[in-house]
């Protein structure tokens, strides 16, 4: 199996811990990955903002710099939800074999090896929030929250009005900030109201937003990826 790691934007370039987790996590697991060097944006931001002739050559990028290998992993939802949902809107021809191949982090441990216990030990109270795309366009439906289940140490607390946005998304943030800041401050009180020392979710750009705003409310809840989480283990903890 040759499985290579599409960290993202974001992780490279704000959240390195999680892409090297991912890679902690697989490897223990019996998994081989490899990281391309040549891999770039996955062209979401200009798809989003409407400037698709500009993303045209991103999509081929992406397909040219893992074609070869079985599996492609994600460390974020939104950028497999781009991959799987949009690839094929803007080269459905091109892009179709390269976006079979690609998972996000949690369907590929329980879709494809299998596993939801994957020997993580995290002693800590912790929250989840299912984001936009994980929830909405890649179905990840319970993936997650049983990965997270089957963690020693780890207790699951439940968290009001979990599929509500956290009102991130992306260049929304930018051009509602208002609107944005009060999703965010909904979707901390109820983090709060939870007593959880973290918050984790699939996606870095969505608990960057929420972790912004629970530090500016002095609340001192972490904000953790769920690769972070699974990645840590009784003899190297997080």
Avoid: W
């Amino acid at each position: 199996m040759r499985v290579a790691l599409f960290v993202t934007c974001v992780n490279d370039t704000l959240y390195p811990r999680t892409g090297q987790a991912v890679v902690t996590l697989l490897e223990r697991l019996g998994v081989e990955v490899d990281f391309p060097q040549e891999q770039t944006c996955c062209g979401q931001p200009q798809y989003n903002t409407g400037y698709r002739r500009q993303t045209a050559p991103l999509v081929k990028r992406y397909s040219d710099v893992f074609r070869g290998y079985d599996y492609v992993v994600v460390p974020s939802g939104s950028c497999a939800a781009m991959v799987r949902d949009n690839y094929p809107r803007v080269d459905a021809e091109g892009t179709a074999d390269v976006v079979a191949r690609t998972y996000e982090l949690t369907e590929f441990l329980v879709d494809v090896l299998g596993v939801t216990d994957v020997g993580a030990y995290y002693p800590h109270t912790v929250t989840y929030h299912p984001t936009c795309h994980g929830l909405r366009m890649l179905g990840l439906g319970e993936r997650p929250r049983k990965l997270l289940e089957a963690v020693k140490g780890l207790e699951l607390r439940e968290l009001e009005g979990a599929r509500e946005c956290c009102g991130f998304g992306g260049t929304f943030a930018v051009k509602n900030a208002a609107v944005s800041a009060a999703m965010g401050t909904d979707k901390a009180r109820h983090i709060e109201e939870t007593g959880a020392d973290a918050v984790c979710a699939v996606d870095n750009s969505c608990l960057m937003h929420i972790g912004g705003t629970l530090s500016r409310r002095g609340t001192g809840v972490r904000s953790v990826h769920l690769a972070e989480i699974l990645a840590s283990t009784e003899e190297a903890p997080l």
